[in-house]
Nanobody
Framework: QVQLVESGGGSVQPGGSLRLSCAVS????????IKWFRQAPGKEREPVSC????????TYEDSVKDRFAISRDTAKNTVYLQMNMLKPEDSGVYYC?????????????????WGQGTQVTVSS
């Protein structure tokens, strides 16, 4: 059974940091790219970052470049999203998903599997 389980969300002040985790079971990270999305209240779900199974160059949405870093631990079958210098506009529910395009094509929300999401709130 495939599961993606996010954790690490919480409430922080602007300028703070959080590290999100996406623990994967049911397949190994060699089989899929893993993509992080976020959704703010009243807004569409948007991609944030993606790490492929083999390409060492992850992708980032422009607004998070130089602040967020995605990485993966194949031994733990887990993908991380380190978020630094957080801003109020980074608030939302963060989801990880299994990307059948392995980050090499834009599929919108057409991911094979999704996690349940973790809440991130950035507020003073």
């Amino acid at each position: 059974q495939v599961q993606l389980v996010e954790s690490g969300g919480g409430s922080v002040q602007p300028g703070g940091s959080l590290r999100l985790s996406c623990a994967v079971s049911g397949f190994t990270l060699d089989h899929y790219g893993i993509k992080w999305f976020r959704q703010a209240p009243g807004k569409e779900r948007e991609p944030v970052s993606c790490i492929s199974s083999h390409d060492p160059s992850p992708t980032y949405e422009d607004s998070v470049k130089d602040r967020f870093a995605i990485s993966r631990d194949t031994a733990k079958n887990t993908v991380y999203l380190q978020m630094n210098m957080l801003k109020p506009e980074d608030s939302g529910v963060y989801y990880c998903a299994a990307d059948p395009a392995n980050c090499f094509a834009e599929l919108g929300l057409n991911m094979d599997y999704w996690g349940q999401g973790t809440q991130v709130t950035v507020s003073s």
